[in-house]
């Protein structure tokens, strides 16, 4: 409508739908609903949920947000979205990552782990695939046992200056001496672990075939011995 002449027109927008960017529509602001939810608490009290937002291509973002701890599952939650993953976004807050939770999953994208994480259970990223990297915040006190279990090709990088004070068989006692692990590379047939000081190790407690190869090398770096 015009302010001096009250000339008033009208024009047809055509609704091609929302165009969703960071969970926020470009063209009208709204925030993005989530496609699915789930109460993944350790008490099933809604403290930590997690969301899946639909991303172009048929492929979806799963955001964990909230405080605490994680149930622990014999599969996970997210299994029937597994191959549609995109990335995998864990909040700041939330202290633990159950077991099983993303366990058989192959996504496209990374796994973003905050420093309020302190510790995963057993199988929780287990047959995981995927990103090529898995970053572990310094802050990891507790690994269960098989965390990453036929994650084959999967670079695990420690953030902290040692390992964490409760291990699961990841390492197991025949790997104890890796002090200050950088690294640790896992294969189809075994672990390695690149310690601090540039040297890779191959780690007993996981060789399918233990014949040691000396002119094997793990992301470039020559495998000195076995562990």
Same mark, same amino acid.
């Given at each position: ?9 009208? %024009?047809?927008?055509? /609704?091609? &739908? ?16 989530? =496609? ?40 996970? !939650? ?6 549609? $993953? ?20 192959? $996504?496209? &994208? &990374?796994?973003?782990?905050?420093? =309020? ?9 287990? /047959?995981? =695939? ?33 390992? !964490? ?17 950088? %690294? ?9 672990? $690149? ?13 399918? %075939?233990? %014949?040691?190869? /000396? ?6 770096? !020559? ?5």
């Amino acid at each position: 409508t015009c302010s001096r002449c009250d000339y008033t027109t009208y %024009e047809e927008i055509v /609704a091609n &739908g929302h165009d969703y960017t960071n969970k926020i529509c470009v063209t009208c602001g709204e925030k993005q609903p989530p =496609s699915y939810s789930w109460d993944i608490s350790a008490n099933g009290d809604g403290s930590v949920m997690a969301y899946s937002y639909a991303l172009t291509g048929g492929k979806y973002l799963i955001e964990l947000v909230g405080s605490g701890n994680t149930k622990d599952y014999s599969s996970s !939650p997210f299994y029937s979205l597994s191959s549609k $993953i995109d990335d995998i976004v864990i909040g700041d807050g939330i202290t633990s990552l159950g077991n099983s939770l993303f366990k058989n999953l192959n $996504i496209h &994208g &990374g796994v973003y782990i905050p420093d =309020s994480v302190s510790s995963i259970g057993t199988y929780t990223f287990s /047959a995981f =695939s995927g990103p090529k990297t898995i970053s572990l915040p310094a802050g990891i006190t507790s690994i269960g046992n098989f965390a990453f279990y036929g994650s084959q090709n999967l670079i695990i990088i420690l953030q902290g200056d040692k390992l !964490p004070s409760s291990l699961g068989s990841i390492w197991d006692y025949n790997c104890g001496h890796y002090l200050n692990p950088q %690294e640790v590379v896992t294969t189809e047939d075994a672990i390695y672990v $690149i310690d601090r000081n540039g040297k890779a190790w191959l780690a007993k407690c996981y060789v399918n %075939e233990p %014949e040691f190869v /000396a002119e094997k090398t793990v992301n470039g770096v !020559p495998v000195t011995g076995i562990g």
